[in-house]
């Protein structure tokens, strides 16, 4: 049997044979073969790393000591503004558009406030503010939403009580649990619900220790850790956990050491990092354990603020310890998650009471107050706002 191989090439029409006729013995066509054109390789430049820095994007609006930054769901930040100039309460708030590096006004809070009160972003996008306190220090129960799409702050329900130094957390089920703070610089061991369908607020149980100037983290599985905190004027080394589900608090792991004033942050693997001035710790909630984390590269003197990168590495901005530096943050650094390492990055601009958030290009804003004190030692209030680019591979 023959095997026959038929070519076809474009412009080329196969002869019509004659059922009656032999097929004509015609020369066999010659194929030209064209080497294809040579390439010239095309070089790519090694991957170079490009280092940390902070990038200035222009003053806020408003000089104040930001309280908080919001990201909202359109991409914009909201900084509610704490005390201005004049050390005093404020109702403004302002906000940065990422895409044009600018700062304009927006709506004033209802109610004013000086600081210790929370900032809360619901999942239809509204904010929720609540509690705090005045400059005659009393404890707020008043509660209002900022509406991104009018720019304007409206009331909603009271808290049951007054609270200032309490925390606030947004859960899966899109409540918001508030818990400790009160009063008095002692604490509270109340807590109760916010729910943004009725805009009213429920008691839900107690906390099995009083607390103040702490923080909440919610976990992976929906309950949320608290820790530490000042009771009874001491710092705490205790700790427990929340259960939506059942309202109901337990004991967990006691901390290494106790803890007031710090920060902490949920990680990608699902341990939470806290960073004080009594040193760094991460919760297990797989063990319901906590060990140290480690020193960092610099030197530990509490920190202002922790923001979770992308890449799962956590930048933590610290605050100044230098006696010719009253007010101000001096370091900052990078924590890596996978190894327990941490880095110094390039140095922090002189300021203090930051408010800081991460956004979808990677970058951190800070917002903060600068670093100069008045005669009596407080910060004087600024205008002062910049980018952390973390770095990375660039080419």
């Given amino acids: 049997m023959a095997l026959v191989l038929i070519a076809a090439s474009a412009g080329c029409t196969a002869p019509s044979l004659s059922p009656s006729a032999e097929p004509s013995m015609a020369a066999a066509p010659t194929a030209t073969v064209t080497a294809p054109a040579t390439l010239a390789p095309t070089l790519i430049p090694p991957a170079t790393a490009r280092p940390a820095a902070w990038i200035p994007t222009g003053d806020r609006v408003k000089a104040s000591e930001p309280w908080a930054a919001t990201l909202l769901l359109d991409g914009r930040v909201l900084i509610v503004d704490g005390p201005n100039e004049a050390d005093q309460q404020t109702r403004s708030s302002q906000l940065y558009d990422p895409a044009s590096g600018t700062w304009t006004a927006t709506g004033n809070l209802i109610t004013p406030r000086y600081d210790a009160y929370t900032v809360t972003r619901l999942r239809d996008g509204k904010v929720l503010v609540a509690g705090g306190s005045n400059t005659r220090s009393d404890a707020l129960a008043a509660a209002e939403l900022y509406d991104p799409a009018t720019g304007v702050w409206a009331r909603t329900g009271h808290m049951t009580e007054g609270r200032s130094g309490h925390t606030a957390t947004l859960l899966p089920n899109g409540q918001v649990l508030v818990t400790g703070g009160g009063p008095t610089g002692y604490g509270d061991a ?70 007031a004033d710090y920060v902490s942050v949920l990680l990608h693997d699902g341990k939470v990092l806290l960073v004080g001035s009594n040193g760094n710790e991460l919760y297990d909630p797989s063990s319901a354990t906590w060990t140290l984390s480690g020193p960092m590269a610099t030197h530990n003197a509490g920190a202002a603020s922790l923001t979770l ?11 100044c310890n230098d006696p010719g530096i009253p007010w101000g943050m001096d370091r900052a650094e990078l924590f890596d998650e ?58």
């Fill in 309 to 319: 990168l992308s890449d799962g590495r956590v930048l933590v901005v610290g605050c």
């Fill in 338 to 395: 996978a190894t327990g390492a941490w880095t110094a990055v390039a140095a922090v601009p002189a300021g203090c009471e930051d408010a800081s958030v991460g956004l979808p290009n990677g970058t951190v804003l800070f917002a903060y107050a600068g670093c100069l004190a008045d005669a009596d030692g407080y910060g004087i209030a600024t205008a002062s706002a910049e980018l952390f680019d973390p770095g990375g591979e660039t080419r």
């Fill in 190 to 259: 109340t807590a109760e619900l916010y729910n943004p369908a009725t805009g009213s607020w429920t008691a839900s149980g107690r906390m099995r220790k009083a607390r103040i100037a702490y923080a909440a983290t919610l976990l992976l599985d929906g309950k949320v850790l608290v820790a530490g905190g000042l009771g009874d004027d001491n710092a705490l080394a205790t700790a427990e956990i929340y259960d939506p589900g059942a309202g109901t608090w337990t004991a967990t792991g006691r901390m290494v050491n106790r803890h």
